[in-house]
């Protein structure tokens, strides 16, 4: 298998002499083909050294799936006179089924999405 360089951007050279008189490009970042078929936008930005003589590397992907979006909760809703309420109707209605028993589906299918815009 062969590895192959990503795209780069930033810095140029990876590597200088403390006094700035020698630059290099020492550190790369290497991947097999196999990494460019699930992540063919990957790419490596080479950002400004701070202290030490070699520049840090973050390797990107602008193709990330992570997954469903989890529920959120903006803190003004918590100040809406009519927040409680709302939750504890909407609660009611699609958490607890017949016998009493959690079985909550915060989807918007479900019921939680179309109470943001009639609230707020």
């Known amino acids: 298998m062969e ?3 990503i795209k ?7 590597w200088f002499r403390p006094n700035g008189s020698v630059k290099s490009r020492l550190d ?8 460019l078929s699930h992540w063919p936008d990957s790419s490596q930005h080479v ?18 799936d992570w997954g469903p979006k989890p529920f959120r909760v ?10 409680q309420r709302m939750v504890k ?6 958490c607890l089924n017949s016998l009493g028993e959690v ?3 915060m989807s918007p299918q479900g019921g939680w999405g179309p ?6």
């Open 3 to 5: 590895l192959l360089e």
């Open 8 to 14: 780069s951007f930033g810095s140029r050279f990876t």
């Open 28 to 35: 790369r970042c290497l991947v097999f083909e196999q990494w």
């Open 47 to 64: 950002i400004q050294r701070d202290f030490a003589d070699h520049c840090p590397i973050i390797l990107k992907t602008d193709m990330v």
């Open 74 to 83: 903006l803190d003004w809703w918590l100040k809406h006179k009519d927040y």
């Open 89 to 94: 109707e909407t609660w009611n209605v699609i």
């Open 103 to 105: 079985g909550c589906d």
């Open 115 to 120: 109470w943001g815009q009639g609230y707020f």
